[in-house]
Protein backbone atom coordinates (compact mmCIF):
# COMPACT_ATOMS: atom_id res chain seq x y z
CA UNK A 1 0.00 0.00 0.00
CA UNK A 2 2.91 2.24 0.90
CA UNK A 3 4.39 2.26 -2.89
CA UNK A 4 0.78 3.76 -4.20
CA UNK A 5 0.41 5.93 -1.39
CA UNK A 6 4.06 7.13 -2.73
CA UNK A 7 3.20 6.94 -6.60
CA UNK A 8 -0.04 9.38 -5.96
CA UNK A 9 1.82 11.91 -4.34
CA UNK A 10 4.14 11.51 -7.29
CA UNK A 11 1.10 11.66 -9.56
CA UNK A 12 -0.07 14.87 -7.81
CA UNK A 13 2.72 17.14 -7.36
CA UNK A 14 3.64 16.10 -10.92
CA UNK A 15 0.13 17.34 -11.69
CA UNK A 16 0.64 20.51 -10.02
CA UNK A 17 4.36 21.09 -11.43
CA UNK A 18 3.35 21.00 -15.05
CA UNK A 19 0.71 23.27 -14.66
CA UNK A 20 2.85 25.95 -13.37
CA UNK A 21 5.36 25.23 -16.46
CA UNK A 22 2.34 26.06 -18.63
CA UNK A 23 0.52 28.42 -16.94
CA UNK A 24 4.03 30.42 -15.91
CA UNK A 25 5.08 29.96 -19.33
CA UNK A 26 2.28 30.93 -21.15
CA UNK A 27 2.65 34.14 -18.72
CA UNK A 28 5.66 34.82 -19.50
CA UNK A 29 5.96 34.10 -23.40
CA UNK A 30 2.79 36.68 -23.80
CA UNK A 31 4.12 39.45 -21.08
CA UNK A 32 8.01 39.33 -23.13
CA UNK A 33 6.18 39.49 -26.76
CA UNK A 34 3.68 42.28 -25.53
CA UNK A 35 7.12 44.46 -24.39
CA UNK A 36 9.11 43.70 -27.13
CA UNK A 37 6.10 44.71 -29.57
CA UNK A 38 5.24 47.86 -27.58
CA UNK A 39 9.25 48.84 -28.04
CA UNK A 40 8.93 48.44 -31.61
CA UNK A 41 5.64 50.30 -31.71
CA UNK A 42 7.58 52.77 -30.23
CA UNK A 43 10.96 52.50 -32.25
CA UNK A 44 8.58 52.61 -35.96
CA UNK A 45 6.77 55.38 -34.42
CA UNK A 46 10.58 57.52 -33.38
CA UNK A 47 12.22 56.37 -36.55
CA UNK A 48 9.92 55.35 -39.39
CA UNK A 49 12.64 54.39 -41.93
CA UNK A 50 14.24 51.88 -39.57
CA UNK A 51 11.12 49.93 -39.81
CA UNK A 52 11.42 46.86 -42.24
CA UNK A 53 15.13 46.43 -40.58
CA UNK A 54 13.36 46.50 -37.04
CA UNK A 55 10.19 44.12 -38.43
CA UNK A 56 12.94 41.39 -39.16
CA UNK A 57 14.46 41.68 -35.78
CA UNK A 58 11.02 41.33 -33.94
CA UNK A 59 9.82 38.53 -35.85
CA UNK A 60 12.66 36.34 -34.91
CA UNK A 61 12.51 36.94 -31.38
CA UNK A 62 8.60 36.45 -31.74
CA UNK A 63 9.75 33.29 -32.97
CA UNK A 64 12.12 32.27 -30.00
CA UNK A 65 10.07 32.75 -27.12
CA UNK A 66 7.13 31.06 -28.65
CA UNK A 67 9.99 28.58 -28.87
CA UNK A 68 11.32 28.51 -25.63
CA UNK A 69 6.97 28.13 -24.26
CA UNK A 70 6.99 25.14 -26.51
CA UNK A 71 9.99 23.30 -24.96
CA UNK A 72 8.48 24.15 -21.94
CA UNK A 73 4.92 22.50 -23.09
CA UNK A 74 6.99 19.45 -24.10
CA UNK A 75 8.86 19.10 -20.97
CA UNK A 76 5.39 19.12 -19.07
CA UNK A 77 3.83 17.08 -21.56
CA UNK A 78 6.91 14.45 -20.93
CA UNK A 79 6.30 14.40 -17.37
CA UNK A 80 2.50 13.81 -18.18
CA UNK A 81 2.84 10.87 -20.03
CA UNK A 82 5.85 9.73 -19.47
CA UNK A 83 6.93 10.38 -16.07
CA UNK A 84 10.37 8.93 -14.80
CA UNK A 85 9.87 9.76 -11.19
CA UNK A 86 6.74 7.27 -11.13
CA UNK A 87 9.08 4.43 -12.76
CA UNK A 88 11.37 5.09 -10.47
CA UNK A 89 9.06 4.68 -7.70
CA UNK A 90 7.66 1.49 -8.59
CA UNK A 91 11.06 -0.07 -9.59
CA UNK A 92 11.94 0.92 -6.04
CA UNK A 93 8.47 -1.01 -4.24
CA UNK A 94 9.48 -4.30 -6.28
Same mark, same amino acid.
Given at each position: ??????????? !??? =?? %?????? %?? %??? =?? /??????? /???????? !??? @???? @??????????? =????????????? $???? !???? @??? =???? $????
Amino acid at each position: METIQALAMVQ !AYT =GI %GIGLII %GL %GAA =GA /CIGVAIM /CSSFLDGA !ARQ @PELM @PALQGKVFLLM =GLIDASFIIGVGL $AMMF !AFAN @PLA =GAIL $AAGQ
